[in-house]
């Protein structure tokens, strides 16, 4: 793995997901493509969670609303709850935060406690749960359990996602610090320009 920043497109894009292990930083980097490329940040943890962290039942119906939309960057998750299937035939780019697991899992046990601590609202009226999450030993309710769980889940499913859309051009990022570099050298959108 390296630093520096392979022959990589610089965009600008129009429709953008962003795939990654849970605390990798999609999101972030999400609002920093919305703010170099003109695009629509819809975050997706949004649309899934209603009060009390349950479900939306309109969650597809919000999913496909955006993405019929010209520009727009996103997270990709939820492909097991239909939302992939909506989403990756309209994206453009698939920017892939392919980091290794330490990475990620400090950034997810800092952003947990940051949250925890804050108790900032997340998603309709939804806030981080107690510190304890952390250490809970079941793990539906820890949030470390998941992200072990699933730590390997675009390892495995990107050569199928990609396969499904070979229209996607990809970048796989494999550190923050390439991720920065990366975004640095992006061909930026005039705020004027219509595309």
């Given at each position: 793995?390296?630093?520096?920043?392979?022959?990589?497109?610089?965009?600008?894009?129009?429709?953008?997901?962003?795939?990654?292990?849970?605390?990798?930083?999609?999101?972030t980097l999400a609002r920093r493509l919305a703010g170099a490329w003109g695009l629509s940040h819809v975050e997706i943890d949004g649309l899934?969670?209603?009060?009390?962290?349950?479900?939306?039942?309109?969650?597809?119906?919000?999913?496909?609303?955006?993405?019929?939309?010209?520009?727009?960057?996103?997270?990709?998750?939820?492909?097991?709850?239909?939302?992939?299937?909506?989403?990756?035939?309209?994206?453009?780019?698939?920017?892939?935060?392919?980091?290794?697991?330490?990475?990620?899992?400090?950034?997810?046990?800092?952003?947990?406690?940051?949250?925890?601590?804050?108790?900032?609202?997340?998603?309709?009226?939804?806030?981080?749960?107690?510190?304890?999450?952390?250490?809970?030993?079941?793990?539906?309710?820890?949030?470390?359990?998941?992200?072990?769980?699933?730590?390997?889940?675009?390892?495995?499913?990107?050569?199928?996602?990609?396969?499904?859309?070979?229209?996607?051009?990809?970048?796989?990022?494999?550190?923050?610090?390439?991720?920065?570099?990366?975004?640095?050298?992006?061909?930026?959108?005039?705020?004027?320009?219509?595309?």
């Amino acid at each position: 793995m390296t630093d520096a920043v392979p022959d990589f497109p610089t965009g600008p894009f129009d429709r953008v997901l962003i795939a990654g292990l849970t605390g990798s930083g999609k999101t972030t980097l999400a609002r920093r493509l919305a703010g170099a490329w003109g695009l629509s940040h819809v975050e997706i943890d949004g649309l899934y969670h209603g009060p009390g962290w349950v479900p939306r039942a309109s969650f597809l119906d919000d999913v496909a609303r955006f993405a019929a939309t010209d520009r727009w960057v996103t997270e990709w998750q939820y492909t097991s709850k239909g939302a992939g299937d909506i989403l990756e035939p309209r994206a453009e780019l698939a920017v892939w935060l392919d980091y290794p697991w330490r990475v990620a899992r400090r950034r997810l046990v800092r952003r947990t406690v940051a949250r925890s601590v804050t108790r900032k609202e997340l998603w309709n009226g939804n806030r981080e749960g107690s510190l304890l999450r952390l250490i809970d030993r079941k793990p539906e309710k820890n949030i470390l359990a998941w992200q072990r769980k699933t730590r390997n889940n675009w390892r495995e499913r990107m050569p199928a996602a990609l396969e499904r859309n070979p229209h996607l051009t990809l970048v796989r990022l494999e550190s923050p610090a390439q991720t920065d570099a990366w975004v640095a050298g992006l061909t930026r959108r005039s705020p004027t320009s219509p595309r």
